[in-house]
Antibody, heavy 119, light 107 residues
Framework: QVQLVESGGGLVKPGGSLRLSCAAS????????MSWIRQAPGKGLDWVSY????????YYADSVKGRFTISRDNAKNSLYLQMNSLRAEDTAVYYC????????????WGQGTLVTVSS | DIQMTQSPSSLSASVGDRVTITCRAS??????LHWYQQMPGKAPKLLIY???SLQSGVPSRFSGSGSGTDFTLTINSLQPEDFATYYC?????????FGQGTKLEIK
């Protein structure tokens, strides 16, 4: 069965860095686009970034552009989000999700990992 | 960026009711509109994709319609497990924005 398992969340000070991982199983990871979506406590869903199946294309929300970097390792069936220059407003649960193509819906989501940015 | 606006933001209904949630895009998204259900503390779950296609395993009481800028999610004969928050999302143009959510509560 399809599984997406995020890890790497935690407490970090403003200006700090964190690297999130998403381990995929149960499907051919290299066939899918992958994305990160976040949700601040008590708030709605906020789209963050996507990466194409072969890493050729990436896209970022303006709010994280220049600070976050999405990447993947198809040999390891893993997706990553390197987060630098973290701000209090980056505090959220971060979900990874898969889509079959560039404009497709997200049919599977991970359980999320909590990132807290606080001094 | 395409702005997605859902209405209402919250809704009270009873088991057995029929409810409709609307989602409006600030510009056309064709049929690249999807609906998700989120239970408290859980990841979102895909209900409807492509505006009107029912995701496998989702009960047929859920349906979606619309194209362009105006979309609806309808739930017929509400069940206790349907009380949750619902989000629309467009995937026509990145960033793939979400609506602000509609919280469906038990009356």
């Amino acid at each position: 069965q399809v599984q997406l398992v995020e890890s790497g969340g935690g407490l970090v000070k403003p200006g700090g860095s964190l690297r999130l991982s998403c381990a995929a199983s149960g499907f051919t990871f290299s066939d899918y686009y992958m994305s990160w979506i976040r949700q601040a406590p008590g708030k709605g869903l906020d789209w963050v970034s996507y990466i194409s199946s072969s890493s050729s294309y990436t896209y970022y929300a303006d709010s994280v552009k220049g600070r976050f970097t999405i990447s993947r390792d198809n040999a390891k069936n893993s997706l990553y989000l390197q987060m630098n220059s973290l701000r209090a407003e980056d505090t959220a649960v971060y979900y990874c999700a898969r889509s079959s193509t560039l404009r497709a819906h997200y049919d599977y989501w991970g359980q999320g990992t909590l990132v807290t940015v606080s001094s | 960026d395409i702005q997605m606006t859902q209405s209402p933001s919250s809704l009270s209904a009873s088991v057995g009711d029929r409810v409709t949630i609307t989602c409006r895009a600030s510009q056309s998204v064709s049929s690249y509109l999807h609906w998700y259900q989120q239970m408290p503390g859980k990841a979102p779950k895909l209900l409807i994709y492509g505006a009107s296609s029912l995701q496998s395993g989702v009960p047929s009481r859920f349906s979606g319609s619309g194209s362009g800028t105006d979309f609806t999610l309808t739930i017929n004969s509400l069940q206790p497990e349907d009380f949750a928050t619902y989000y629309c999302q467009q995937s026509y143009s990145a960033p793939y924005t979400f609506g602000q959510g509609t919280k469906l509560e038990i009356k």
